[in-house]
């Protein structure tokens, strides 16, 4: 309020929102740490006793099938981590050398790092503020000017080379607006590939995320809604892109006996058994995390409904958000203040950290085409993240 006299920095006020919702804690509070409640030592403790704990597995198997079970996706082929599974999906919808790849400026840069590993060019991609993710009508508006669909494939006309993908991301676990967005990839031609490695537990219109577009990725690392240690999963409804996601991944080889015969040159990318067995049993505590998560969102937002500077990011209607790491938003008055809310918090043993760097602007990928990029600037400026881990507060009792 203006007319306050004693007026209190919005850094402060961010402190005391947090403080009301997790309490005054002894110990520094991570943003997202993992949580082992459930049967990881015992199916761990038997990958050891039974000496499974590499390729092979039957852990590999059932967490396979039970992601499959979770998300709706006819097929689960899981990998060491979200990275090589988005590698091996770019791979499989033919994304090659001298190809770009349409990609939002604001994500975490192994959403381009796999585009390059393909040899082809991320294009940057504005963001919305209603999603945080890839706006898609900023981006249909964009391919009427700067490309052409010839012979069934995009053209960037101001390049000469082809658009092959997009990439959406489901930024902090709130889901893209996909609707709109398949629109222009049929329009133009592009094949949609979802990297949801942050939105497990995520749905578009009651349709779990990674699961719209042709093939979808999730990351199990050990900031993730559940770990692997280290993990990640392909989802797709294509039986076919699933076996040869699982042949590339798995070195291409054939199966035999004993021949060594590879038909192509593939990946080591399988994920270990003992990682699987993790993954079990994390997935079977999901619904426990998801709950809590969700418990922990709509404290905070209460908890900043009246907090001058700043507002908390919830969930757009007809999507339901696993709120990974939860969301604030500086005003435009108060963006200059970022920083200083960095270090305060994290002096307080509040951990907290600013969004992701543009990627348009790492020194790799500054020479890449891209639109404009204002809104995706502007929420750099103003986004934060702040303390996330399930167990900051207690089971939800119904
Ligand atoms: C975590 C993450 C990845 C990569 O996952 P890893 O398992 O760490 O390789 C990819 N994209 C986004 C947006 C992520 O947040």
Redesign the pocket.
Known sequence: MATDTVSTSVEERIIDAIRTVIGDRDEFVPLHKPTFEGNEWDYVKECIDTEWVSSVGSYVDRFEEDLADYTGAKRAVVVV??????HVCLRLVGVEAGDEVLVPAL?????AN?VTYQGATPHFVDSEERTLGLDPAKLGAYLDDIAKVRDGTCINTQTGNPIKAVVP???YGHPVDLDPLQEVCEQYQLTLVE?A??SLGSFYDGTHTGTIGRLG?L???G??TITTG???AILTDDDDLADEAKHLTTVAKKDHEWEYFHDKTGYNYRLPNLNAALGCAQLEELPSFLDRKRALAERYRDAFADVDGVSFFTEREGTRSNYWLNVLLLDEDAADRRDAVLETTNEAGLMTRPTWQLLSSLPMYEGCSRMDLSTAKDLERRLINIPSTPSLVEEVQS
């Open positions: 981590n979200g990275t090589s599974a988005l994500t975490f840069v192994a959403t796999a991301m489901h930024a990297d490695a942050e990725v990351s199990f690392n900031n993730k280290g993990g990640g």
